[in-house]
């Protein structure tokens, strides 16, 4: 690395650009935009695809979590995978070839995380993924998909958990760009349960007696193996209706799973609450209180180790082996029988039990914002002069394509083709 470079990064705060597309995005990033903040040597810019945009998916999560507003807004919005995945593409590049980030920060494995990391690299900007080398080993999942293609194109892979790191090296990752660094999703655990727990969510929702919350169980249904066929998701709630004879099971319905039980015709149990989305310190209230989570949530399996509550996954597989190893969560798949035998195993009060798991202590965005600052003044973040040479054929092609469009043609190319045939007739 030559000097020069080191004096860049010294004169220049680190301009990071942060991507939040998806809801679990935004819990990610809370703890990291904080942390971010608390250093002058970096300039954390926030970047929102649109990805999701109900009030109750995204904007609630910035107000209770002290998120920043967005400094863009791709408002990219709802469309099949490829329609989407290329909107991002297309809407992000002409913003990173203006700013110039040295570094794009995404989380997760939503469709943004994926669109946003290629639109990066393509142009020589290093990537960092946080919650890299998670594998679930299920191609069928759009999320399996998106890790294994995001974790390929990062230059830098934080990780929550042990076998993570394995899963990256059998891909070909290099040992010193892989660091354990905790969980950022139970950071704003640690951060936000104290605020939380004073949510009047119990009382809003008749959970409360003289003595506090009655026994109550959550679930939560948004992977489309369990909700896109109808078959499966009743097949699902007629499980539920039977958990539902032992307790109240309050259910905040994902609007990809919304649209389908408008289709239904079923009458579910009473006592099974379907309620909309909620925000995210109502919905940790409820995840603390609970005594029993039913879930297809990636997230959600995280929360509820940390919390130490019961959580059957209603999934045949997950990328998170950690909560069933080490933590509270079990496996129970898509059986009716299976299910209804886990949940009255742990209301008979014989629970997994579990430990939370190694460094998930509230610290990880500060592991991570602590390498990524050594990593700067150690020059790794070099691929920003690789960008420098690409930026100009960038701003040609935009230039091009500017004028070709304004003259209704559908590539420079056909316009330049238009041109030379002009000039030799
Ligand atoms: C997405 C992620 C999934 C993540 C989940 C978190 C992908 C491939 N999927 O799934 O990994 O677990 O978010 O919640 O990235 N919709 C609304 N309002 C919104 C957003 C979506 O009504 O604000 C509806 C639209 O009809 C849309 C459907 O929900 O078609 C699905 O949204 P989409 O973002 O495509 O996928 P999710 O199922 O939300
Ligand atoms: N969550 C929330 N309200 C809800 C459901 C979930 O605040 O009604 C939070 C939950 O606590 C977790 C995140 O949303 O932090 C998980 O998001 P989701 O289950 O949509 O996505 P996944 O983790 O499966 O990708």
């Known amino acids: 690395m030559s000097n020069n470079f080191r004096v860049f990064h010294m004169a220049n705060r680190l301009k990071i650009f942060n991507i939040v597309g998806a809801r679990p995005n935004l819990v990610k990033i809370a703890p990291l935009m904080c942390e971010m903040g608390k250093h002058v040597s970096i300039q954390p810019i926030l970047l929102h695809t649109g990805q999701h945009y109900d009030e109750r998916l995204s904007d609630v999560f910035f107000r209770q979590m002290g998120i920043p507003t967005p400094d863009f807004n791709l408002e990219v919005g709802s469309g099949s995978h490829a329609w989407q995945t290329a909107e991002i593409l297309k809407r992000i590049e002409p913003l990173l070839v203006e700013n110039k980030p040295d570094l794009v920060l995404v989380v997760g494995d939503v469709n943004s995380t994926l669109a946003a990391s290629l639109a990066?690299?393509?142009?020589?900007?290093?990537?960092?993924?946080?919650?890299?080398?998670?594998?679930?080993?299920?191609?069928?999942m759009p999320e399996e998909i998106n890790r294994v293609l995001t974790d390929a194109l990062a230059d830098h892979l934080f990780v929550t958990e042990e076998d993570a790191i394995g899963n990256l090296l059998k891909e070909?990752?290099?040992?010193?760009?892989?660091?354990?660094?905790?969980?950022?999703?139970?950071?704003?655990?640690?951060?936000?349960?104290?605020?939380?727990?004073k949510s009047n969510i119990g009382s809003e929702l008749g959970l409360l007696n003289g003595n506090g919350f009655?026994?109550?169980?959550?679930?939560?249904?948004?992977?489309?193996?369990?909700?896109?066929?109808?078959?499966?998701?009743?097949?699902?709630?007629?499980?539920?209706?039977?958990?539902?004879?032992?307790?109240?099971?309050?259910?905040?319905?994902?609007?990809?799973?919304?649209?389908?039980?408008?289709?239904?015709?079923?009458?579910?149990?009473?006592?099974?609450?379907?309620?909309?989305?909620?925000?995210?310190?109502?919905?940790?209230?409820?995840?603390?209180?609970?005594?029993?989570?039913?879930?297809?949530?990636?997230?959600?399996?995280?929360?509820?180790?940390?919390?130490?509550?019961?959580?059957?996954?209603?999934?045949?597989?997950?990328?998170?082996?950690i909560t069933v190893t080490e933590g509270t969560n079990q496996l129970v798949g898509q059986d009716?029988?299976?299910?209804?035998?886990?949940?009255?195993?742990?209301?008979?009060?014989?629970?997994?039990?579990?430990?939370?798991?190694?460094?998930?202590?509230?610290?990880?965005?500060?592991?991570?914002?602590?390498?990524?600052?050594?990593?700067?003044?150690?020059?790794?973040?070099?691929?920003?002069?690789?960008?420098?040479?690409n930026e100009e054929i960038i701003e040609e092609y935009y230039n091009r394509q500017r004028l070709h469009s304004a003259l209704g043609y559908r590539s420079p190319e056909e316009f330049e083709r238009k041109a030379e045939w002009q000039t030799e007739s």
């Open 120 to 140: 990066s690299v393509k142009l020589g900007i290093p990537v960092a993924h946080v919650e890299a080398g998670l594998r679930s080993f299920d191609r069928t």
């Open 172 to 197: 070909g990752r290099p040992r010193n760009r892989i660091h354990l660094i905790g969980n950022v999703m139970i950071d704003a655990l640690h951060q936000f349960l104290s605020l939380a727990q």
């Open 214 to 321: 009655v026994p109550f169980a959550v679930l939560t249904l948004h992977r489309p193996s369990n909700v896109d066929s109808m078959q499966t998701l009743e097949k699902l709630l007629s499980a539920i209706d039977a958990v539902a004879e032992e307790l109240p099971v309050i259910f905040p319905v994902h609007p990809r799973t919304e649209s389908r039980l408008k289709d239904a015709s079923v009458k579910h149990h009473p006592r099974l609450r379907l309620i909309p989305p909620v925000g995210y310190l109502d919905f940790l209230c409820l995840l603390d209180r609970s005594s029993l989570v039913l879930t297809d949530s990636g997230g959600i399996q995280e929360e509820t180790t940390a919390l130490g509550v019961p959580c059957l996954t209603l999934r045949e597989n997950t990328e998170r082996p």
């Open 336 to 389: 009716p029988l299976k299910i209804v035998t886990a949940a009255r195993e742990i209301l008979a009060g014989k629970p997994k039990g579990g430990r939370v798991p190694q460094l998930w202590d509230g610290h990880a965005a500060e592991r991570i914002v602590k390498i990524l600052l050594r990593e700067a003044s150690s020059g790794t973040l070099t691929l920003n002069q690789l960008r420098t040479n």
